[in-house]
């Protein structure tokens, strides 16, 4: 049965898993570099390294299903608009919500094709990954504007209820 909310349990929990997901893969990312430059300097490659490395590629896979899996669910169920946004804010959310589902599909493929096929997707791999940053925090932050500032319901709607009364004091 689909709640009130604008978003299923599945869908925010898709959200949250992502975000772990990226948290993954900014810690195992330093680790791409070291594999890859250790035998152009003469270095020989960590264990650990390779196992960082690993982490990162099956979690880029599994964040290319989330983020491919809650676009099919956000089309099969759109989110109905918050009354919080006027149109130019709708719209905003709109192209940043796109933007970083289009970041998070590519980034796992180019990863893909750089690991095992093409070194020149690796320049791509990072453009895309600075492009996720600024989305992220254009994100991150009006989603702490929504929450902390206007506390309205569009934090709540990813699970963050408690951030939205009025009247309370953090």
């Keep these: 049965m689909r709640s009130t909310a604008p978003y299923s349990t599945l869908q925010i929990s898709l959200?949250?898993?992502?975000?772990?997901?990226?948290?993954?893969?900014?810690?195992?990312?330093?680790?791409?570099?070291?594999?890859?430059?250790?035998?152009?300097?003469?270095?020989?490659?960590?264990?650990?390294?390779?196992?960082l490395h690993n982490i990162h590629a099956v979690v880029g896979g599994l964040a290319f299903l989330f983020a491919a899996t809650r676009l099919l669910l956000r089309w099969r169920f759109p989110p109905t608009p918050s009354p919080s946004l006027s149109g130019w804010q709708e719209r905003a959310a709109l192209i940043v919500h796109y933007g970083l589902y289009a970041v998070l599909l590519a980034l796992p493929l180019t990863g893909f094709v750089r690991m095992y096929f093409l070194s020149v997707a690796g320049p791509?791999?990072?453009?895309?990954?600075?492009?996720?940053?600024?989305?992220?925090?254009?994100?991150?932050?009006?989603?702490?504007?929504?929450?902390?500032?206007?506390?309205?319901?569009?934090?709540?709607?990813?699970?963050?209820?408690?951030?939205?009364?009025k009247d309370r004091v953090l």
């Design 15 to 51: 959200h949250w898993a992502t975000v772990v997901a990226l948290v993954v893969q900014v810690w195992t990312s330093p680790a791409i570099a070291r594999t890859h430059h250790a035998v152009h300097l003469g270095n020989a490659v960590e264990a650990y390294d390779i196992v």
């Design 124 to 165: 791509i791999h990072i453009g895309l990954t600075r492009a996720l940053y600024v989305l992220l925090f254009i994100h991150i932050a009006a989603a702490l504007w929504h929450g902390l500032v206007r506390r309205d319901d569009v934090i709540s709607r990813m699970g963050l209820n408690f951030l939205r009364q």
